[in-house]
């Protein structure tokens, strides 16, 4: 799948967004906060973009009676995912979503496997704080953390996404 650097994300973003309309009136209830970009422009041509402000996470929302807030991270030509993806404020925002009692984790998507992985935030921030590695392979995120296909997760009604974000967030609570 190839994605132009403007619309990097949105694939995925779109696939998050067809589960959560096909689980509504299943206790699937999940807001998207797009970032807003600001042309950056040089004599007159629009030569890039830059955040007109910074979001948090890119979802937040109720998975079946259980808050959740996560961010979409996406891997289109690499086979591991590089912590540098991550910003500092996401972190602490995730962290803090879980010490305050919600499930908070990363969907990243291997586009080129076809396999989405939700990460926990408890899994993943000792490996984020510590930044050796500097990236996680998909080899040892997969083995790491639950992984599902493009389309288990795009399912309408009460899609495997959301099954598995539930069952996740039920363990973590105990």
Same mark, same amino acid.
């Given at each position: 799948?190839?994605?132009?650097?403007?619309?990097?994300?949105? $694939?995925?973003?779109?696939?998050?967004?067809? %589960? #959560?309309? *096909?689980?509504?009136?299943?206790? @699937? +209830?999940?807001?998207?906060?797009?970032?807003?970009?600001?042309?950056?422009?040089?004599?007159?041509?629009?030569?890039?973009?830059?955040?007109?402000?910074?979001?948090?996470?890119?979802?937040?929302?109720?998975?079946?009676?259980?808050?959740?807030?996560?961010?979409?991270?996406?891997?289109?030509?690499?086979?591991?995912?590089?912590?540098?993806?991550?910003?500092?404020?996401? $972190?602490?925002?995730?962290?803090?979503?879980? %010490? #305050?009692? *919600?499930?908070?984790?990363?969907? @990243? +998507?291997?586009?080129?496997?076809?396999?989405?992985?939700?990460?926990?935030?408890?899994?993943?921030?000792?490996?984020?704080?510590?930044?050796?590695?500097?990236?996680?392979?998909?080899?040892?995120?997969?083995?790491?953390?639950?992984?599902?296909?493009?389309?288990?997760?795009?399912?309408?009604?009460?899609?495997?996404?959301?099954?598995?974000?539930?069952?996740?967030?039920?363990?973590?609570?105990?």
């Amino acid at each position: 799948m190839s994605i132009a650097q403007a619309n990097r994300g949105t $694939a995925l973003e779109d696939l998050v967004l067809q %589960a #959560a309309r *096909g689980g509504v009136g299943s206790g @699937i +209830a999940i807001t998207h906060s797009p970032a807003r970009w600001k042309p950056r422009r040089e004599g007159g041509k629009v030569v890039g973009a830059y955040p007109e402000r910074t979001n948090t996470v890119d979802f937040t929302g109720v998975v079946m009676g259980l808050p959740v807030a996560f961010d979409a991270k996406e891997v289109t030509v690499l086979n591991r995912f590089d912590w540098d993806n991550l910003t500092e404020e996401q $972190a602490r925002f995730l962290e803090g979503y879980a %010490a #305050a009692g *919600g499930f908070a984790f990363l969907l @990243i +998507a291997w586009w080129r496997h076809d396999l989405l992985t939700i990460a926990p935030v408890n899994d993943w921030l000792p490996l984020w704080r510590a930044a050796r590695p500097r990236s996680i392979p998909f080899a040892d995120a997969t083995q790491r953390w639950r992984s599902l296909t493009a389309r288990e997760a795009g399912d309408a009604g009460c899609g495997t996404l959301w099954r598995e974000v539930y069952r996740l967030a039920r363990s973590a609570q105990q």
